[in-house]
């Protein structure tokens, strides 16, 4: 049983708090039974896994798993109430790609809350990609995660430059309302962070631009909103 702070497991945990080190080492790190749980159903194998020895979940699944003391599980834990289990994952194990009929291409959406919601839809309304800018958010960060609700394994997410045509720009004001977009066998949205919007070189390259239509005294709707409900009309219709 791991009993001192200092082991390397441990350290390893507190390290992947960093997306610098994520990115550097290629791992992330899932908290609680039902994230982990996910990877596991995706048949990903952790590359650590560490269970709370007063609190254990998940132990038939991880046979190789450490128990840990709870006051270390506590200190290590991103969460308000700290994990039953932990596991370590690999980056480059996860879906990756853009070849789904459907998808959202994000600029610089940099809530990770909005970009585990939009995985979560792409997850409930697909099959849909998810591709991402320089400047988004990383799914893998902690946020992220808990809000895909475990969609992260299985919706593969890809470039933002790599997304298929014909690109479809959601913007809060467009003389097209998206219900009167015509929509082949291929479609990606293309959504901007909520301030900033779409800057004009992406737009120019966008087959399409399209509002859904909001009330007069309405500004925009959230991105992962927007989002969602293109996603909806893309099942809708098919």
């Known amino acids: 049983m791991i009993t001192s702070a200092s082991n390397p497991r441990l350290k390893l945990i507190r390290k992947l708090a960093s997306r610098h080190q994520r990115d550097k080492l290629g ?8 994230l982990v749980a996910a990877g596991l159903d995706a048949e990903l194998e952790p590359v650590e896994a560490l269970i709370d020895v007063d609190r254990p979940a998940l132990a038939e699944r991880l046979p190789r798993a450490e128990l840990v003391a709870p006051e270390l599980m ?3 834990s991103t969460l308000p109430h700290p994990a039953r289990v932990v596991a370590v994952f690999r980056r480059a194990d996860l879906p990756a790609g853009t070849d789904a009929p459907v998808g959202l291409a994000l600029w610089h959406v940099g ?19 998810v591709a991402l800018s320089a400047g988004c958010a990383d799914p893998t960060g902690p946020k992220a995660l808990r809000a895909s609700a475990g969609a992260v394994f299985r919706v593969p997410v890809g470039r933002f430059d790599g997304a298929p045509a014909p690109l479809v ?12 977009l015509e929509l082949g066998e291929r479609t990606t949205f293309v959504l901007g962070a909520e301030r900033e919007g779409l800057p004009g070189d992406v737009l120019a390259r966008c087959d399409e631009t399209v509002s859904i239509p909001l009330a007069e005294d309405s500004d ?11 996603l909806y009309e893309a099942k809708r219709r098919a």
């Open 220 to 230: 925009s709707l959230n991105v992962a909103m927007a989002g969602t409900i293109a």
């Open 27 to 34: 791992l992330f790190v899932c908290e609680g039974e039902d």
């Open 169 to 180: 720009a959601l913007v809060p004001r467009a003389p097209r309302a998206l219900w009167d």
């Open 74 to 76: 506590a200190e290590v």
């Open 111 to 129: 809530d990770p809350g909005n970009i585990g919601t939009l995985l979560r839809a792409a997850d409930a309304l697909g099959p849909a990609f």
